[in-house]
């Protein structure tokens, strides 16, 4: 009777034992990642920061990851046919883009791009470039209020090259006319590359630049003012907008982003590689003398960097069309 006993028991122990794994989905698991090559892209023309950047990080990201990374590009819109590719590609961390802040924000407010905000996953942010206003050495107006007085005389008549369409070059050329209340006349590039190459060639007016490039091409250019809180430690004699009456900060941040839905482990691996990377002390040193801001934001920090961009801009962009 005993033994019958425990025999009913145990039975009853493994149907509750088997019923409740039945019940329960099966716990996914995480695939061996990556396998295979991994596609960088970059929605900007080649020799640009994000292009630039990509090269430099290649090597470490495939010792890393021990896997071939391919550089690809997808050139135009400032950066949104690219970024509308990469909402579209397959979430398993084998397509990669370089984003950009603040376009990755600004586009999707503005128009119809292809993709939203909400549908990138940043993984990190590694570089930042303040902005800044320059015109050719050999340029007539050779200070910003000579520029603004300029401006206001010919409405219109002064070009102003910027990389992209409601992009951070568009907003802080945006954001300078409302404050000074003057109308330039902006013309749009594919890429920094292809706006330095224009304004040092003379075909527009003055450009809205990129730091690095500010640093490299100082000797072929006027620089006017910066537009961040203090004067750029590379470029010490270029004053800021805010030094001389214009309440204007503007920068670019650069990370790589995912598609959503991409499984938080592929995110994880991608987000140590690229730190590592961000973190190393020669790359660092290497970022400040070319006139780069290093950064080190991980895939948390940067999605909290993000969300607060957002509403940031939400905001400016009320004012700005």
């Known amino acids: 009777m005993k033994k019958t006993w425990l025999v009913v028991l145990g039975l009853s122990i493994v149907a509750v034992v088997i019923a409740a ?31 630039r950047e990509a090269r430099r990080q290649q090597p470490f ?27 579209r590609a397959k979430p398993d961390g084998y397509y990669i883009a370089g984003v950009n802040l603040p376009h990755i924000i600004l586009q999707p407010l503005q128009q119809d791009t292809g993709y939203k905000t909400e549908q990138i996953v940043p993984v990190v942010f590694f570089q930042r470039t303040p902005l800044g206003l320059a015109v050719p050495a050999n340029s007539p107006y050779k200070s910003l209020k000579e520029f603004i007085d300029a401006a206001k005389a010919k409405p219109e008549s002064i070009t102003v090259g910027g990389s992209g369409t409601f992009s951070g070059h568009h907003i802080a050329t945006l954001r300078l006319q409302k404050i000074a209340g003057v109308k330039f006349n902006y013309v749009p590039f594919t890429g920094a590359a292809p706006q330095m190459t224009a304004v040092l060639g003379g075909h527009v007016n003055a450009v809205i630049a990129n730091s690095d490039d500010l640093v490299k091409y100082k000797d072929q250019l006027r620089l006017l003012a910066m537009a961040d809180a203090d004067r750029f430690p590379l470029l ?50 290497d970022m400040k003398k070319q006139g780069f801001v290093p950064l080190a934001m991980g895939a948390a920090e940067s999605k909290t960097h993000v969300e607060k ?3 940031t801009y939400k905001e400016l962009v009320k004012d700005i069309k």
């Open 61 to 87: 990201l495939e010792k890393s990851l021990s896997q071939k990374i391919v550089i690809d590009y997808k050139v135009g819109g400032g950066g949104a046919v690219g970024w509308a590719e990469l909402v």
């Open 236 to 285: 010490p004699e270029m004053p800021t907008f805010k030094e001389q009456g214009v309440d204007m900060i503007e920068a670019i941040d650069r990370g790589v982003g995912v598609p959503v839905g991409t499984p938080d482990y592929v995110v994880k691996k991608l987000e140590t590689a690229f730190l590592e990377i961000a973190k190393n002390p020669d790359i660092v040193a």
């Open 21 to 51: 794994c039945a019940s329960e989905p099966p716990k996914p698991t995480e695939a061996p990642y990556p396998t295979k090559q991994i596609t960088y892209m970059i929605p900007f023309d080649p020799g640009g920061q994000s292009d």
């Open 309 to 311: 961009m957002l509403a």
